[in-house]
């Protein structure tokens, strides 16, 4: 049995990629995934973003995350930000911080005891589906559409932000087993996905299938869903789990 | 659905202030600022909103150009008010507002120390717009002369989320009636709405505050009564946004606010100057 991860990204319409501010990692051991959002009103939200997902997959963070272990992560930050003098308007955006959504799963097999466990971790808005014999058998941290509002409870980089946070902080876990497939999603996505669940469609059938042959591209999926408003431009990011045999 | 567009670097709006700079200014407020002069806690409001501006379009990168912004200031001249190297500009990408205060002065704030108690800590202060009270009060010709700009900028962009305009004033016009020429500037419009208008009245009566009304009855005289009648009413969305600000807007608030301290004129114009994503 084989764990096989692959990820999709979009920047907002009208942005570069340089301008996305999500992130996203994978375990060299294919044992931990994450995503985070960055929040794009803040600055140096991508590098927040970033810090965390690679701190989640190198196991420098719990499940659920401890504010504690946080703090290596905000003085790297720090330091990151200020390499360079700042303009005013810099100096002030670094002293708000950064902020992100953030999700993050750990795959684990006891094969004495043929156990098969994962276990999740979130703040905010950025999502997991699990998914078996084609129905949804879990989502976390939300699980509808209308849950998606416009101030979702962010990571901060800096630990006054952080001083109510870890109520927020929200863990899941369950069991795995061959032919899973699991989807870690930023929330743009995330809230496309339970609308067309809650219509009664199977999204995961057209997210399994992107960018294998003759299907559609991840770009061009997201492209018409903008088009057709169907999805917030935001930046999209999708991880693929899939439990192969 | 009007006042939805997006706001983007390709597809930027627009705010401009109207400054009354009359010899009245010079007076104290009635409201809740001890002495302070009207026309030194305005100045302090434009330049923490213009501040606010900035950072709401700051990023690692720089500064993007969801806004251009014009100060027209109307007292013994009316004309645009930028002080230092923006002076005589009528309007101006944030970018190049962000880049280019008259000065950076240090202030102080107060802030939590993260162990329950509150430090003093110091900021930079940018400056855009000095305090001047001296002259009359030529309302209507300012009005006007916004009315041609904003003709201008929507001709060339005429998809854009609707301009702000933004009149502090304390009260009486001296050129005549202002509500033809407020007539003509709400009847601008892009393909995404009209032009909004938005009257802040800093009186030196002490009258009870007003955020938001729905009607005029209750406003202490005719020149209050005068503004909020040529106030636009604000779109539902930011009439919830008030809402969630704590203002009591209830349906047909207009952007009107009366004799409020230089507080909550900050967090007034805040949602006057926060409309939807930016991108």
Aim: with cysteine.
């Amino acid at each position: 049995m084989e764990i096989y991860a692959k990820d999709f990204f979009l920047p907002k319409r009208g942005n570069t990629e340089a301008e996305y501010d999500d992130s996203f990692s994978s375990a060299k051991d294919k044992t931990r995934f994450a995503v985070a959002d960055g929040a794009t009103e803040a600055s140096f939200s991508r590098e927040w973003a970033k810090q965390l997902v690679r701190a989640f997959t190198a196991k420098k963070l719990s499940i659920p995350i401890a504010l504690d272990e946080l703090k290596p992560l905000q003085s790297k930050w720090q330091k990151f930000v200020h390499r360079h003098p700042l303009p005013w308007y810099a100096e002030e955006k670094a002293n708000t911080g950064a902020f992100a959504a953030f999700v993050g799963v750990e795959f684990l097999e006891d094969a004495q005891e043929s156990l098969k466990i994962w276990r999740a971790t979130a703040v905010g808005d950025s999502c997991l589906v699990q998914v078996r014999a084609n129905e949804v058998i879990e989502a976390f941290p939300l699980a509808h559409s209308t849950s998606f509002g416009n101030r979702p409870n962010l990571l901060s980089s800096t630990p006054n932000s952080n001083e109510s946070i870890a109520e927020f902080v929200m863990q899941c876990g369950g069991f795995w087993r061959c032919e899973d497939a699991f989807f870690l999603m930023t929330d743009a996505l995330a809230c496309w996905f339970f609308q067309e669940l809650e219509q009664g469609n199977k999204p995961w059938t057209i997210l399994r299938d992107l960018d294998t042959q003759g299907s559609v591209s991840f770009q061009k999926f997201i492209d018409d869903l903008r088009f057709e408003g169907r999805i917030k431009n935001d930046d999209a990011t999708l991880m693929r789990i899939d439990i192969m045999p | 659905m009007a006042y939805s567009a997006e706001i983007s670097r390709a597809n930027p709006s627009c705010f401009m202030f109207l400054i009354d700079q009359s010899g009245s200014m010079g007076d104290a407020f009635g409201a809740g600022e001890g002495n302070q002069k009207k026309a030194d806690g305005v100045a302090d409001a434009i330049n923490r909103l213009l501040q606010n501006l900035v950072l709401k379009c700051a990023r690692d990168e720089g500064i993007r150009d969801f806004f251009h912004v014009g100060v027209i200031g109307y007292g013994v001249q009316v004309g645009p008010a930028f002080s230092g190297a923006l002076a005589g500009r009528q309007l101006v990408p944030i970018s190049e507002v962000g880049n280019s205060p008259a000065r950076v002065e240090q202030r102080s704030k107060k802030v939590p120390d993260g162990a329950g108690g509150i430090v003093e800590q110091p900021v930079r202060f940018p400056v855009w717009f000095d305090p001047v009270a001296n002259g009359g009060t030529p309302m209507s010709q300012a009005l006007g002369q916004a009315k041609s700009i904003l003709e201008t900028w929507l001709s060339q962009h005429p998809n854009c989320f609707p301009p702000i305009v933004i009149n502090i004033t304390d009260g009486e016009a001296s050129d005549g009636d202002p509500t033809g020429a407020a007539d003509e500037i709400r009847k601008l419009q892009s393909s995404d709405g009209g032009v909004l208008l938005f009257n802040v009245h800093c009186s030196s009566q002490r009258a009870q505050p007003i955020s938001f009304a729905s009607t005029d009855a209750g406003l202490p005289d005719q020149f209050a009564q005068q503004l909020f009648r040529i106030s636009s009413v604000l779109p539902p969305q930011m009439a919830r946004l008030a809402q969630t600000e704590g203002f009591n807007a209830t349906e047909g608030a207009r952007g009107f606010v009366f004799n409020a301290g230089m507080v909550e004129v900050i967090k007034a114009l805040d949602i006057g100057t926060r409309p939807s994503a930016m991108r």
